[in-house]
C-alpha cells in the first residue's frame, strides 16, 4: 500500500475514533421549548471570519425563519463526516473531495449545497524565488501542513495537473507554519489557503507568487452535507438549512462590511490588533464564495465532480470509481428557491 494511501487512512481511522468517543452528543434534529427545532451544524477546526456567511444567517434571523436553533460546532472535517454518517450530527461544511473519499469508504453521506465556488488552496513562494509555475518547485523543497486534508489534496491536484515529478520534490511536513517557513526561507514554496498565509505576508509588505489550484484544475471544495437518511426522512430540514446557508451567502456578498463586523462578534479574537490581518482574510475570502458567471448560487457542477474524482482514482487518493451522482445534488438548492 502506498504512503499517501496509508496516511490518509490513519488520519481518517485515528481521529475518527477520537470524534466517536468525544463529539457525539444531541443535535440530531431535537423540538426546543419555543418551537424550533435545534439542530448542529459542524464547521472547521476553529472559529474564523471566513464562516461569515453563518453567522450572518444566524444574527439575521434566516435559521430562526426557517424553524431553526443552530448549534455551530469545531473540529476536525473528517471526524464531523463520520458522525454524519453514523446520524449523530445532521450537516457539517465538508469539502468536495473529502465527501467523495468517504463514499469510496462505505459513509453515507451527500454534498446538498456549494458554498464555495472555487477550491481555496494555492502553491505560494516569496516573489524573489522567480517561480513562473508550479513546476518549478522541481528541485526544491516545499513546506504541507501534512499528507492530509485540502492542501495535501491541492498538491496532488498540481501534481496531477501540471505533471510536476515528484521525485524530485522533497516534500516537509511543516504543520500550519507555512506563512513563516516561506517568510524565513525554511521552503522554498507551500501550500496554505488563498486567503491565509499569501494574505499576511503580503500584509508584511512580502511579494508572493501565487498559484491557485483551481487555475490549474477547478475541484469542488466547501458546501453543506448531510446524510443518506436525512435525505430520506427529513428532507424538509434539509431543505431548510440550505436555504438559510445560502440565504447567509447570498447577504455577505451583497453587504460584506456589515457581515464582516458581525463575524466579529463571534469571533472577537479577530478584532482589535488582528482585524486588519481579519478584514484581509475576509476579503480574500469572498471572492471565492462569488459564483462564476453562468452558475447560480449553491449549484454544483456535476462535471467538476467527475473530473475530481477521476483525479483521485488516478492518484490512488481512492480504489475503485465512485459513481458522483450519488455523491453530490442541487435537489435542494432548487427546493430552496435558488
Known sequence: MSTRRISIIRIWGLLGLIALLVLTGCGRGTPTRTGTEHVVLALGYIPS?????FYVAQDKGFFAEEGLEVEFRHGFETDFLKLVAAGEIPFVVASGEEVILGRSRGLPVTYVAQWYTRFPVAMFALAEKGFTSPKDIEGKTLGIPGPFGATYIGWKALVYAVGIDEDRVK????????????????????????????????????????????????????????????IRERPDLVTRMTRAMLRGIR?????????????????PEAGGEQEKVSRAVFDASLPLWTPPPGRKLGHSDPEQWERAEQFLREMGLIETH????????????KRAGF
Open 49 to 53: 471570519v471566513q464562516f461569515a456567511p
Open 171 to 230: 516534500v516537509e511536513s511543516i504543520g500550519f507554519t507555512q506563512a513563516a517557513a516561506v517568510s524565513e526561507g525554511k521552503v522554498d514554496a507551500a501550500m496554505d489557503y488563498i486567503a491565509n498565509g499569501p494574505v499576511r505576508l503580503r500584509l508584511a509588505g512580502q511579494e508572493v507568487t501565487l498559484f491557485p489550484v483551481s487555475d490549474y484544475i477547478d475541484l469542488p471544495s466547501n458546501g453543506l452535507v448531510t446524510s443518506d437518511k436525512m
Open 251 to 267: 447577504y455577505t456578498l451583497d453587504h460584506p462590511d456589515e457581515a464582516f463586523h458581525m463575524a466579529l462578534r463571534h469571533v
Open 322 to 333: 465512485v459513481d458522483v451522482t450519488g455523491v453530490m445534488t442541487n435537489d435542494f438548492v
